[in-house]
């Protein structure tokens, strides 16, 4: 997830005003800890953050000249949004893999409600009909 917060800084600290080297480097630093304390709540629980985008947008903000702040608050968008696709395809893939049942029925004849083994559709019990099921 921090190729996400190191993209945000790298595109934006050239834009970074301050009045002195140090403050200059201090500024980087507390942009960078700042994207990176972002998505780190991101990936901890994206539902956690309504607006990230725009949650540090307003943290940052004061280190840009005015003049680069759109600027700055699309990059961040881009990145963000960016970050909250994987982190929600990462979640439906979880979700579909813990909905998947298997495939053969009890003896009673419900639908079995075991896991299917990784990457099949029947669980370990009834994994010795899939070479019937395949025919
Ligand atoms: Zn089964």
Known sequence: ??????????????????PSPDQQLQAQRRVLNACERLVGRLAEDPQY?????????????????????????????????AAARLLEEEAQRKASEESARCQAQTRKGTPCRRK???????CPSH?????IVAV
């Not at 997830?1 to 301050?18: G, H, K, P, V």
């Not at 985008?53 to 608050?73: G, K, V």
């Not at 299917?116 to 029947?122: E, I, K, V």
């Open 1 to 18: 997830m921090y190729q996400y917060s190191r993209a945000i800084y790298l595109e934006t600290r050239d834009f970074i005003s301050a």
């Open 49 to 81: 953050v309504a607006d990230p985008a725009r949650s540090l947008f307003t943290e940052i903000r004061s280190y840009f000249s005015i003049n680069d702040q759109a600027r700055i608050y699309a990059i961040i968008q881009r990145y963000v949004a």
């Open 127 to 131: 994994e010795h009909l899939a070479s």
């Open 116 to 122: 299917p083994l990784p990457g099949r559709t029947l």
